[in-house]
């Protein structure tokens, strides 16, 4: 959701130019995000570690003519969770079973 309010904003902006890595500067693991939605979502799956692998493809905003002001990831999850439930008859009907 913050993605798609920063590309309205960019779609008035004409200074800006060359390529945006849109994050908040805080790491996060594949694991640690999937574990924060299962618990927001209050869903009962298991998510093993696999901890013979590890790849860190964290993006790091370089830029500073921009002020990007992104949430931290548990304010951006319940803004999407809580936009996925007032739109669950429309846009997620195939997400939620009653």
Same mark, same amino acid.
């Given at each position: 959701?913050?993605? #798609?309010? $920063?590309?309205? *904003?960019l =779609?008035?902006?004409?200074?800006?130019?060359?390529? &945006?890595?849109y994050?908040?500067?805080?790491k996060?693991?594949?694991?640690?995000?999937?574990?924060?939605?299962t #618990?927001? $979502?209050e869903? *009962?799956? =298991?998510?093993?570690?696999?901890?013979?692998?590890? &790849?860190d493809?964290?993006?790091?905003n370089?830029?500073t003519?921009i002020?990007?002001?992104i949430?931290?990831?548990d304010?951006?999850?319940? *803004?999407?969770?809580d936009?996925?439930?007032?739109?669950r008859d429309?846009?997620y009907r195939q997400?939620?079973i009653?």
């Amino acid at each position: 959701m913050q993605l #798609a309010f $920063f590309i309205c *904003e960019l =779609i008035d902006e004409k200074h800006i130019h060359g390529l &945006v890595h849109y994050t908040n500067n805080v790491k996060i693991s594949k694991l640690s995000l999937l574990n924060s939605f299962t #618990a927001l $979502f209050e869903k *009962e799956v =298991i998510i093993r570690p696999y901890e013979n692998y590890y &790849v860190d493809k964290s993006l790091i905003n370089t830029r500073t003519d921009i002020e990007l002001g992104i949430p931290n990831y548990d304010t951006m999850l319940k *803004e999407l969770r809580d936009f996925m439930f007032d739109h669950r008859d429309s846009l997620y009907r195939q997400y939620f079973i009653d």
